[in-house]
């Protein structure tokens, strides 16, 4: 059974069909590609799949469980994360904090307990701590693990988000655009880390990505979208080399 | 000595405002919407201790209480049947409105239970005071009580807030609810707390504020529910200590005015210092400056 299944995804506003028959199959463990021009309905896709909208038509199987109308903190419990293309932290908060927000609804104690500071308060805010400070040092950043994240340089503040999306415990991750607005060496460390991601949490990756470079070098397999529809679907290197692919990218 | 009589008088007042403002404060932070019935959960905890307090003719500790817990609820449910379902309304005009009509609501159930004359409160603190330099300087019990609990409660709130995962939560759906939610946060739960803790605040700072004032009407809320406003403006709208700073300066400023200048000219110069504070920095005392990235 694949980890993601969605069939016949369909949304418009208004009169326009921003995704139509949307289809895909993430198996466990791939690190799949979805890439297209310019509002192809990339980032709708991601929005759909969080429960930001709800589709018109269409459902969404995550691991056999059917998650097509929760909301996005239910999709979130489900097992989806995500980052943004424009990075989203918490930037008033420090990075560890920032790390904790997303710990916060897997270590649990009660609103007594936290007004108090009695009970579990104290062990579970210390089984926080201790893990928000062993992901922040396999993303490498527990040496700035105090400062906010507004401070951070931009890749890191790339691997924050990442880290953050982790720390909610997610059978599949989405990454927007990781690369977005980073030079070549930055880039090369953005793969690294994601190659780190799926080693160390044997994550399943799901991405958008304009940098061609980057989805030929990491991606297993691709689905190309192009004004909302599915253009080309399946292994990278045959994808890539699919002519209809070079026609909509090149023009 | 008189200079510093009043002086502690204003920063007694001043910390009712900043109890009140916390709550302003809080919610605008967190829900980004204004609460105008706020200065109405007062007058609503006044009158509950006022009620149980002739019931039971005794301790005021627990008509404290119960009203701590009845205007939690009553924020709660508040926020539940008339706040929620316009959070997502095109216009932000839409809860801004509610909240004057809730303001309404409150003000004139009120006047239909307990009517429109003035009450004589009597003060939930017993104790007299001290009195230093062989009797020059009187500070009155209600004023230390009330300096010692906006202390406490201020201090409260930031460990509440930086330290446990549900202040971090509130932390982090005031900056980017749709980020929040998306890690797995219960945003509409964490603005229910907000709420219930402000509302809480809101009882609170109506004994003290009644206790140092001791007339009640229906409409004992509406000022101090301003100039609260006014003091969380001032500190900058959103900061916790802002609005404390905000409240202080408020509540100096008027005692001392009202001493020294007019007490007629009095809330003219509050409202007036509002003004200028505006013009020089918008964003208030403490308030934070965003650069939306385009």
Not at chain 1, 201 to 207: A, E, V
């Amino acid at each position: 059974m694949a980890l993601l299944e969605v069939n016949n995804l369909s949304i418009s506003f208004g009169g326009l069909r921003a995704v139509g028959d949307f289809n895909l199959k993430i198996e466990k463990g791939e690190l799949y590609g979805l890439i297209g021009p310019n509002g192809a309905g990339k980032t709708t896709v991601f929005n759909l799949l969080t429960g930001v909208y709800k589709p018109d038509e269409g459902i969404i199987k995550l691991d056999g469980q059917d998650i097509t109308r929760k909301n996005t903190i239910e999709i979130n419990h489900a097992g989806i994360a995500r980052t943004f293309q424009n990075i989203r932290l918490f930037k008033q908060l420090s990075v560890i904090d920032n790390v904790k927000v997303g710990l916060s609804e897997r270590i649990k104690y009660s609103l007594f307990e936290s007004i108090f500071h009695i009970g579990s308060y104290r062990a579970k805010e210390k089984e926080m701590e201790e893990e928000a400070l062993r992901l922040l040092k396999v993303f490498d950043l527990d040496g700035e693990k105090d400062i906010l994240a507004s401070n951070l340089p931009y890749g890191k503040q790339r691997k924050l988000e990442i880290a953050r999306a982790m720390a909610t415990n997610p059978k599949l991750l989405l990454l927007d655009e990781p690369a977005a607005g980073m030079n070549p060496n930055e880039t090369k460390e953005l793969m690294d880390t994601i190659a780190l991601v799926r080693r160390e949490f044997d994550m399943t990756i799901l991405l958008i990505e304009h940098d061609m470079k980057l989805v030929s070098g990491i991606c297993e397999k691709l689905t190309v979208l192009n004004f909302g529809r599915v253009l080309c679907q399946g292994e990278t290197k045959e994808v890539l080399a699919d002519p209809e692919v070079i026609k909509a990218y090149l023009g | 000595m008189s200079f510093l009589t009043y002086l502690i008088n204003g920063l007694s007042l001043g910390s009712i405002y900043a109890i009140i403002a916390l709550g302003y404060t809080m919610v605008y932070g967190i829900a980004k919407m204004l609460n105008f019935a706020h200065g109405d959960f007062i007058m609503v905890g006044c009158y509950i201790i006022f009620s149980v307090s002739a019931a039971l003719s005794g301790n005021p500790v627990i008509g404290i209480l119960i009203a701590i817990v009845l205007c939690t609820l009553l924020g709660i449910t508040t926020e539940f049947v008339a706040y929620r379902p316009l959070r997502g309304a095109a216009s932000p005009l839409a809860v801004l409105i509610t909240a004057i009509g809730v303001s309404y609501l409150l003000e004139n159930i009120a006047l239909l239970i307990f009517g429109a004359d003035i009450k004589s409160f009597t003060s939930v603190v017993k104790w007299e005071g001290i009195t230093l330099f062989d009797g020059q300087l009187k500070i009155q019990g209600v004023t230390i009580v009330t300096i010692v609990v906006s202390i406490v409660i201020l201090i409260g709130l930031q460990l509440f807030i930086n330290k446990t995962k549900q202040g971090q939560a509130m932390l982090a759906a005031s900056e980017d609810k749709g980020a929040a939610a998306l890690m797995g946060i219960n945003v509409n739960r964490t603005i229910m707390l907000t709420f219930a803790i402000g509302s809480a605040l809101a009882a609170i700072a109506g004994a003290l504020l009644c206790s140092a004032y001791p007339s009640l009407s229906p409409y004992t809320g509406a000022m101090p529910g301003i100039k609260a406003f006014v003091a969380a403006v001032l500190g900058g709208i959103g900061s916790i200590p802002g609005a404390m700073i905000g409240g202080l300066v408020l509540g100096i400023v008027e005692i001392l005015s009202k001493t020294y200048i007019s007490s007629q000219l009095s809330d003219a110069i509050v409202f007036g210092i509002l003004v200028i504070v505006l013009l020089v920095k918008p964003t208030g005392i403490l308030g934070k400056k965003y650069l939306e990235k385009v």
